[in-house]
């Protein structure tokens, strides 16, 4: 069993910051990739930001600047910073991870349950 749990989510005004942490337990031999992922009401879920176990990162193009993610192999924690919040920016944020349970199983991804972010004066 994997479990990826979230928190961090709330309320905030624009230009405010929030940081969403994510904690991967359970059987796990290695993650691949952690990342976070949004999806606003009526819309597609979309990439945010994820970060490689060598440490390679990719932000989608609306948060560059102002989003930072931070990983911790040791751990098998993820955190994503938010600053300068828009209200484009509210969503439910979900933490994912590409991961293998054994050494010789293949990697699959995992979802967390997801958080609110709402930005609104």
């Known amino acids: 069993q994997v479990q990826l749990v979230e928190s961090g989510g709330g309320l905030v005004q624009p230009g405010g910051s929030l940081r969403l942490s994510c904690a991967a337990s359970?059987?796990?031999?290695?993650?691949?990739?952690m990342g976070w992922y949004r999806q606003a009401p009526g819309k597609q879920r979309e990439l945010v930001a994820s970060?490689?176990?060598?440490?390679?990162?990719s932000y989608a193009d609306s948060v560059k600047g102002r989003f930072t993610i931070s990983r911790d192999n040791a751990k098998n924690t993820v955190d994503l910073q938010m600053n300068s919040l828009k209200p484009e920016d509210t969503a439910v944020y979900y933490c994912?991870?590409?991961?293998?349970?054994?050494?010789?199983?293949?990697?699959?991804?995992?979802w967390g349950q997801g958080t609110q972010v709402t930005v609104s004066s």
């Open positions: 994912n991870a590409v991961l293998r349970r054994f050494p010789l199983s293949p990697s699959r991804d995992y």
């Open positions: 359970g059987m796990i031999f290695s993650i691949q990739v």
């Open positions: 970060i490689l176990s060598g440490g390679n990162i």
